[in-house]
């Protein structure tokens, strides 16, 4: 069992930067490919960025391409995604989310453990 508690979410302005960081729980973090997950006001949650278990592998959605970077830190059981150049349409709750194996996956039905969700804000 992994749990997950985001944090570092709030109002930013466009143009600004943010971290986001998700602490997890368990033995088994350094075994589990990570992602970040983003869902605006609608039923859809969009893939914004994963990793694998290792760190050597990452995948980043077009609409962050250059301006996110997914990293982790298997000693703290931690995972960190950080945003630059924030755009209002970057406005959603941003969830991590685990595996349970060390492959990275862009697909949300594929990760079995998710955090509360941080919403984060950018105003224009």
């Known amino acids: 069992q992994v749990q997950l508690v985001e944090s570092g979410g709030g109002l930013v302005q466009a143009g600004g930067s943010l971290m986001l960081s998700c602490a997890a729980s368990?033995?088994?973090?350094?075994?589990?490919?990570m992602g970040w997950f983003r869902q605006a006001p609608g039923p859809e949650r969009e893939v914004v960025a994963a990793?694998?278990?290792?760190?050597?592998?990452?995948y980043y959605a077009d609409s962050g391409e250059g301006r996110l970077t997914i990293t982790r830190d298997n000693a703290k059981n931690t995972e960190y995604l950080q945003l630059n150049r924030l755009k209002p349409e970057d406005t959603a709750v941003y969830y991590c989310?685990?595996?349970?194996?060390?492959?990275?996956?862009?697909?949300?039905?594929?990760?079995?453990?998710w955090g509360q969700g941080n919403q984060l804000t950018v105003s224009s």
């Open positions: 989310a685990a595996r349970r194996n060390s492959v990275a996956s862009a697909h949300s039905y594929e990760y079995a453990y």
């Open positions: 368990g033995r088994t973090f350094s075994y589990n490919a």
């Open positions: 990793i694998s278990s290792s760190g050597g592998y990452t």
